[in-house]
Nanobody
Framework: QVQLVESGGGLVQAGGSLRLSCAAS????????MAWFRQTPGQDREFVAA????????YNADSVKGRFTIARDNAKNTVYLQMNSLKPEDTAVYYC??????????????WGQGTQVTVSS
């Protein structure tokens, strides 16, 4: 079992930056691939970025390439999403997810409660 808690969301102007954090409970965090998704009202949840359990590779959605960076610190049981050059269309609730098998797109077993990111124009 993994419990995930996101933080770091907020209101920012277009062109600004935010860093989201996702703290995981449990001693086996390093065994899980991690990902960030986002969702706006009435829309399906959208994949944003993923990172392997080791941190050795990452995968970003085309919509955030060159602007967002996913990273993890297994010693701190935390995964991060650094978001730069934010755009109004990045406004969404951001969720972190964990799975021991899935990397990238696919089904994740564990989800956080989400954190709101709002980008003003």
């Amino acid at each position: 079992q993994v419990q995930l808690v996101e933080s770091g969301g907020g209101l920012v102007q277009a062109g600004g930056s935010l860093r989201l954090s996702c703290a995981a409970s449990g001693r086996t965090f390093s065994r899980y691939h991690m990902a960030w998704f986002r969702q706006t009202p009435g829309q399906d949840r959208e994949f944003v970025a993923a990172i392997r359990w080791s941190g050795a590779s990452t995968y970003n959605a085309d919509s955030v390439k060159g602007r967002f960076t996913i990273a993890r610190d297994n010693a701190k049981n935390t995964v991060y999403l650094q978001m730069n050059s934010l755009k109004p269309e990045d406004t969404a609730v951001y969720y972190c997810a964990a799975d021991s098998i899935t990397y990238g797109l696919g089904r994740y077993d564990y989800w956080g409660q989400g954190t709101q990111v709002t980008v003003s124009s």
